[in-house]
């Protein structure tokens, strides 16, 4: 056994050697300067190829000013807000310094200061490295500042430092950048805004960050703001910041921040491909905005300048020729959405975000949620159908080729027999764009003319939780879905973003095999290379030959149905149009197997985004995905694949069993075939064969020899003399963007 006297030698030297190391660190940490602060660096972006694409800016919006030039109303708002005690306290917090030791040593969070000398402190380290050192050295420091330096130097430092969002580090930039005027110039009730913002820019910015994170929208930033605004004049009016007369004053009205601005180099598309491209690097690693807008890092994209400005051209050659909002009232605020995404890559290529920065359009379009996708939606619950079956055919998959009632008006059916019914506890009836009676008519039919009915009723039958899966494992996020499965659901009530509608029908076009969008291939750190960027995992969302027979139905559609004017690309194509109620949106979204492009054109209400109706914009009665969204694709595509190889698509085979609705009348006996020239010999063709209108022809495209039948059963072509109806549909209803959880996205009566 040791001696006392061993164990008492022991015990003194190490808290002696303790002392002595506490000492020599803390003797050896300099006070930090927010002038060294200060001295920050780009982010610069690169093409896909290599190339720089844009250094963000010149470097931290930043302009250090004196305590003097701060007004008190400023400097008392941080205090009020966040350390009542600043002038009294040592400007350490040690439970929460130990807390923080703690939590990272057992492999947690950094966890920040609570006291304004803390946060001065953590604001002045460029490194943000994750470490037990750095936190050491900083709580080191932060106890020298705390006893070495002045009260109102270490304010004057924090506020300094201290990062307000849109790119502005300190007060002198925050004054500039939200209100126009210089720091001295704030008013109190302007200083309480600022301050809110230091909870968290993205989440208390009025203006929104819907593109950093769908829960920051403009309203509910707008909320947030407002609530920590007043709370914060409130707590200076207790703390005798403020005189009653100034506090009835500040309180009045909520002084509006001014919109953003465009920063240097971030015009045009540049703008919007940085935004997703930042976007993906924050989603990926444990930078904070903060940290990333500081500056050091170099962002390797998979953006290509050639795509890129293929796309910007193609919309704008379109709207030139299209649009004219100067003499059209409906033309005005039109607004275009695209993204084309590689199959079995995932790269994200080429996006069309809007009209750019420079032109006050701050949202990213091509990444943003609230435009429902209309008819595009139906091909998901199709692979459903063909992956799942139905109720009926006991998990074996239904064949392209079932039959279901395309009628306009039709009662929709459960599994168990009954109706749906409205609010009112009528029979919901669902309706298509025309009351054309098609009657029984397959799938695929349906499919090629867009008409809903049938959809619906497969849905139900299917089951829209499978419909809801299905889209999932293709690459749609669950929160742009509705929450609410009711009959709507199947017709493209859903709000995803062109870029994850694209990465959805690359799937389609990869035979079933789906690999997540991606932006960012590598990220490195003052020439370091950074963790968590590695290419997204091809994973299986469904059947190859489901898949395929997805692919073979959609390039009907582009040969006979809606999206005919998609021919003029002149390749081997498939796609899908999609328009919603009062023509709020229209969609066309189609493939080869190089790429896969959507582009989504809206209306939108530049005070509330709220969407607006399309009809007669372009001088048209009702605007339909298969026109000037078509028309964008073609533009582009033809110019993005040039000089490439036509590959067609893989074969499809026969697939799953002929499921018709429930209801559908059993096939009469076919006459005999005689050689008469008088028409009233001729069998009867249902309206959905008639090819003699100027409408795309109602006849299919016969691709495999297994799929070669007419909806009527009968093999070859048939005549008639009843027109077809237009080749356009409309389905769902437009809501305003960024709703795209809510539970208004989801009426009775769709068309």
């Known amino acids: 056994m040791p001696s006392w006297r061993l164990v008492s030698g022991l015990c003194i030297t190490f808290f002696g050697s303790l002392v002595a190391l506490v000492g020599v660190s803390y003797a050896m940490v300099s006070v930090p300067s927010e002038n060294t602060a200060a001295q920050s660096q780009n982010n610069v972006y690169y093409w896909g190829n290599g190339q720089q694409m844009v250094a963000s800016g010149t470097g931290v919006n930043r302009q250090n000013v004196t305590i003097d030039l701060i007004p008190e109303a400023m400097q008392y708002a941080v205090i009020s807000a966040?350390?009542?005690?600043?002038?009294?306290?040592?400007?350490?917090?040690?439970?929460?310094?130990?807390?923080?030791?703690?939590?990272?040593?057992?492999?947690?969070?950094?966890?920040?200061?609570?006291?304004?000398?803390?946060?001065?402190?953590?604001?002045?380290?460029?490194?943000?490295?994750?470490?037990?050192?750095?936190?050491?050295?900083?709580?080191?420091?932060?106890?020298?500042?705390?006893?070495?330096?002045?009260?109102?130097?270490?304010?004057?430092?924090?506020?300094?430092?201290?990062?307000?969002?849109?790119?502005?580090?300190?007060?002198?930039?925050?004054?500039?950048?939200?209100?126009?005027?210089?720091?001295?110039?704030?008013?109190?009730?302007?200083?309480?805004?600022?301050?809110?913002?230091?909870?968290?820019?993205?989440?208390?910015?009025?203006?929104?960050?819907?593109?950093?994170?769908?829960?920051?929208?403009k309203d509910a930033n707008y909320k947030r703001s407002h609530d920590r605004w007043a709370w914060i004049l409130e707590e200076m009016h207790k703390d005798q910041h403020l005189t009653d007369a100034q506090y009835q004053q500040a309180i009045k009205k909520y002084p509006m921040p001014q919109g953003r601005k465009a920063v240097k180099g971030m015009t045009g598309?540049?703008?919007?491909?940085?935004?997703?491209?930042?976007?993906?690097?924050?989603?990926?690693?444990?930078?904070?905005?903060?940290?990333?807008?500081?500056?050091?890092?170099?962002?390797?994209?998979?953006?290509?300048?050639?795509?890129?400005?293929?796309?910007?051209?193609?919309?704008?050659?379109?709207?030139?020729?299209?649009?004219?909002?100067?003499?059209?009232?409906?033309?005005?605020?039109?607004?275009?959405?695209?993204?084309?995404?590689?199959p079995k890559d995932g790269a994200i290529v080429a996006l069309y975000g809007g009209a750019g920065y420079e032109n006050n359009h701050f949202t990213n379009n091509a990444d943003t949620s609230g435009v429902p996708v209309g008819s595009t939606w139906k091909p998901f619950v199709l692979a459903a159908a063909m992956e799942d079956g139905t109720y009926k055919t006991d998990g074996v998959g239904v064949s392209p080729?079932?039959?279901?009632?395309?009628?306009?008006?039709?009662?929709?059916?459960?599994?168990?027999?009954?109706?749906?019914?409205?609010?009112?506890?009528?029979?919901?009836?669902?309706?298509?764009?025309?009351?054309?009676?098609?009657?029984?008519?397959?799938?695929?039919?349906?499919?090629?003319?867009?008409?809903?009915?049938?959809?619906?009723?497969?849905?139900?039958?299917?089951?829209?939780?499978?419909v809801r899966d299905m889209a999932q494992a293709s690459g749609i996020l669950l929160n742009s879905m509705s929450q609410n499965l009711n009959p709507s659901f199947a017709i493209g009530t859903s709000t995803p973003s062109a870029i994850r509608m694209a990465d959805a029908y690359a799937t389609f076009a990869a035979s079933g095999e789906h690999v997540d969008p991606y932006s960012v291939?590598?990220?490195?750190?003052?020439?370091q290379e950074l963790t968590g960027f590695d290419k997204p995992k091809l994973t299986r969302a469904m059947d190859a030959n489901v898949a395929n027979n997805v692919t073979d139905v959609l390039q009907n559609v582009i040969q006979n149905g809606t999206g005919t004017n998609a021919k003029a690309l002149g390749r081997t194509a498939a796609g899908k149009t999609g328009t919603t109620d009062s023509n709020k949106s229209a969609w066309f979204v189609g493939y080869t197997q190089q790429l896969a492009t959507s582009v989504a054109m809206f209306r939108e209400n530049p005070k509330d985004a709220e969407l607006?109706?399309?009809?007669?914009?372009?001088?048209?009665?009702?605007?339909?995905?298969?026109?000037?969204?078509?028309?964008?694709w073609t533009e582009y595509m033809k110019a993005a694949l040039q000089g490439k190889n036509d590959l067609g698509f893989p074969d499809a085979t026969k697939l799953g069993e002929i499921s018709d609705e429930l209801g559908m009348p059993s096939p009469t006996p076919s006459?005999?075939?005689?050689?008469?020239?008088?028409?009233?010999?001729?069998?009867?063709?249902?309206?959905?064969?008639?090819?003699?209108?100027?409408?795309?022809?109602?006849?299919?495209?016969?691709?495999f020899a297994w799929n070669c039948s007419t909806d009527g059963g009968s093999t070859g072509s048939t005549s008639g003399t009843t027109s077809s109806p237009t080749a356009t549909e409309t389905t769902g209803n437009g809501n305003t963007r960024g709703n795209a959880n809510g539970g208004n996205l989801f009426g009775g009566s769709t068309g």
């Open 82 to 217: 966040e350390n009542k005690t600043f002038y009294s306290d040592p400007g350490v917090d040690f439970k929460g310094i130990a807390r923080a030791i703690v939590n990272m040593a057992q492999g947690g969070q950094t966890q920040g200061g609570s006291t304004i000398t803390q946060q001065y402190v953590k604001n002045t380290y460029l490194s943000q490295d994750q470490t037990l050192t750095r936190k050491f050295k900083e709580m080191f420091i932060a106890i020298k500042v705390g006893t070495k330096v002045p009260k109102p130097q270490i304010l004057q430092g924090y506020l300094n430092t201290s990062y307000f969002g849109r790119g502005a580090y300190g007060i002198q930039a925050a004054a500039q950048t939200y209100y126009g005027v210089n720091a001295k110039d704030l008013t109190p009730s302007e200083c309480a805004v600022l301050a809110s913002l230091l909870k968290g820019a993205t989440y208390y910015d009025p203006a929104g960050n819907p593109d950093i994170d769908p829960a920051a929208t």
């Open 521 to 527: 291939t590598s990220v490195k750190k003052d020439g």
């Open 269 to 342: 598309q540049i703008s919007y491909l940085a935004d997703t491209a930042k976007k993906y690097v924050l989603a990926h690693s444990n930078i904070t905005e903060s940290q990333f807008d500081q500056g050091g890092y170099q962002i390797y994209t998979t953006f290509d300048k050639a795509k890129v400005n293929a796309l910007s051209a193609a919309v704008a050659k379109i709207q030139k020729a299209r649009l004219d909002p100067k003499n059209r009232d409906k033309d005005k605020y039109v607004q275009f959405g695209a993204a084309s995404v590689v």
């Open 612 to 632: 607006l109706s399309m009809n007669g914009t372009a001088g048209v009665a009702s605007i339909h995905g298969g026109d000037i969204p078509t028309a964008v």
């Open 401 to 466: 080729l079932s039959k279901y009632n395309g009628d306009d008006n039709l009662k929709v059916r459960r599994p168990d027999g009954t109706y749906y019914l409205n609010k009112d506890n009528s029979i919901f009836r669902q309706r298509n764009e025309s009351a054309y009676p098609w009657g029984y008519i397959t799938l695929r039919k349906a499919m090629e003319q867009s008409i809903n009915t049938p959809f619906v009723q497969l849905g139900v039958d299917v089951g829209m939780t499978k």
């Open 671 to 703: 006459p005999s075939i005689t050689v008469s020239e008088s028409p009233s010999e001729t069998p009867s063709a249902t309206p959905s064969e008639t090819a003699t209108s100027p409408s795309p022809t109602a006849t299919e495209t016969c691709q």
